[in-house]
């Protein structure tokens, strides 16, 4: 019963961490037990945003020892930033366990994000020139006001509202998921993937990381691979309705696109509410009115639908 929410500006940029907390906290009912949010600010030329932790939110109750933990495992983090010729040129403690650093780096991005990730505890959410991914444990407010979300400019966003099923209650296991190690490619989803295994190891052979349990990551990274290939991101949508078994509905985003994709049964919900300036879709519609004061018309999209919208 996940919600999940995305938006995107047209012609210009908004306070997409407000809006995105907002429309997430619409949905709180939805699910309980984390929230996330991929969004998207004004690239840096030559600049990267990476997000990472270095344990979880529960680990902090298991004694003093793990703060000595957190403190040996991000000086590690840096120490192999530093080896690999990488250059933080800015850095924020958001959490005492999650971390936000811009750097610089013109070598290879896999082996950096493997590099980072050989480190106990250390865990990459994102990568990218222009993508930021947030996630936790809490409601939206919890989330938003943790991480400083209030403020942040972007053009487009997807957020997730979580009601634990089949996985742990954790933040490896909360949406959104970064597509590892390709930059800027986030996926929310709501509903289940029945060949999630059999696609997974297909993947995987082909050289695909994964990094946590839950069926929703299987959607980033299969998005990123056709991608790479040199698909558009519709193509990639239409296919995955042919080749994903189960019932869904997900977003996806990219450094400039927003996306979305129905399964053949259309058993998940969406409202779809499109304006010449913004596009904003949700599992209900109370979470596009947190965000448009005004009387507003809204329609749901058509099973096996597959929409796309450029920032």
């Not at 969004?39 to 529960?58: D, L, W």
């Amino acid at each position: 019963m996940c919600g999940i929410a995305g938006l995107i500006h047209r012609n210009g940029k908004s306070n997409v961490g407000q809006e995105m907390t907002n429309m997430l906290q619409a949905l709180k009912h939805r699910g309980p037990d984390s929230t996330g949010f991929a969004i998207y600010g004004e690239p840096v030329e030559n600049t990267f945003v990476m997000r990472f932790k270095v344990a979880e939110q529960e680990d902090l109750h298991s004694g003093l020892k793990i703060h000595d933990e957190i403190t040996d495992r991000k000086q590690r983090v840096d120490e192999t930033l530093k080896t690999l010729g990488v250059k933080i040129t800015e850095l924020e403690e958001a959490t005492e366990y999650a971390f936000r650093y811009e750097i610089q780096y013109d070598g290879d991005m896999k082996k950096l994000a493997d590099h980072v990730e050989d480190i106990e505890g250390a865990e990459i959410l994102s990568m990218g020139s222009a993508l930021e991914l947030i996630k936790d444990l809490g409601d939206a407010t919890v989330v938003s006001d943790a991480y400083g979300l209030d403020d942040f400019t972007g053009t487009h966003g997807i957020g997730h509202t979580r009601m634990a099923t089949e996985s742990d209650v954790d933040i490896r296991s909360a949406h959104p998921y970064w597509a590892y190690p390709y930059n800027d490619i986030a996926v929310v989803h709501n509903g289940q993937l029945t060949n999630y295994w059999l696609m997974r190891r297909h993947l995987e052979r082909q050289g695909q990381r994964f990094v946590s349990n839950c069926d929703s990551e299987l959607l980033a990274v299969y998005t990123a691979v056709n991608l790479e290939k040199g698909m558009t991101l519709e193509e990639t949508l239409k296919l995955s309705i042919e080749e994903i078994d189960g019932v869904f509905t997900y977003l996806v985003t990219t450094k400039d696109q927003l996306g979305m994709a129905k399964d053949t049964m259309a058993a998940k919900p969406m409202v779809l509410y499109e304006s010449d300036d913004m596009v904003a879709l949700a599992s209900e519609e109370v979470a596009i009115r947190a965000i448009i004061p005004h009387e507003i018309d809204t329609w749901d999209p058509y099973d096996e639908e597959v929409r796309v919208w450029q920032a």
